[in-house]
């Protein structure tokens, strides 16, 4: 079982910055990064692989979302740049703690690990 710990969360202005932990118990897979806001359905945010070479991103957060990982530390981070109202939720960092083969994706489904979110405010 692989335990799963978020935080960097807070309350930031539109346009500004902040950064997101996830450190896990254990080594683990596919990693990424979800969102969910009141009454909307749980997105992906982004994705990476178990090298950390190869990242996913949903539409909306192109370009100014940045996720990676330390594999050493059992890390997950995203940056988040250029932060909008639109993207106040609360954030879950969701790791594959079991191999699978085939490009990481985002089907919730396939995520058998989750944290227990951190909540991003981006006030207007």
């Known amino acids: 079982q692989v335990q799963l710990v978020e935080s960097g969360g807070g309350s930031v202005q539109a346009g500004g910055s902040l950064r997101l932990f996830c450190e896990a118990s254990r080594s683990t897979y596919c990693m990424a990064w979800f969102r969910q806001a009141p009454e909307k359905a749980r997105e992906v945010v982004a994705i990476i692989d178990p090298s950390g070479t190869d990242t996913q991103y949903g539409e909306s957060v192109t370009g100014r979302f940045a996720i990676s990982r330390d594999n050493a530390k059992k890390t997950l981070y995203l940056q988040m740049n250029s932060l909008k109202a639109e993207d106040t939720a609360m954030y879950y960092c969701?790791?594959?703690?079991?191999?699978?083969?085939?490009?990481?994706?985002?089907?919730?489904?396939?995520?058998?690990?989750w944290g227990q979110g951190t909540q991003v405010t981006v006030s207007s």
């Open positions: 969701a790791a594959e703690a079991t191999f699978r083969l085939g490009r990481c994706i985002s089907r919730l489904e396939s995520y058998d690990a």
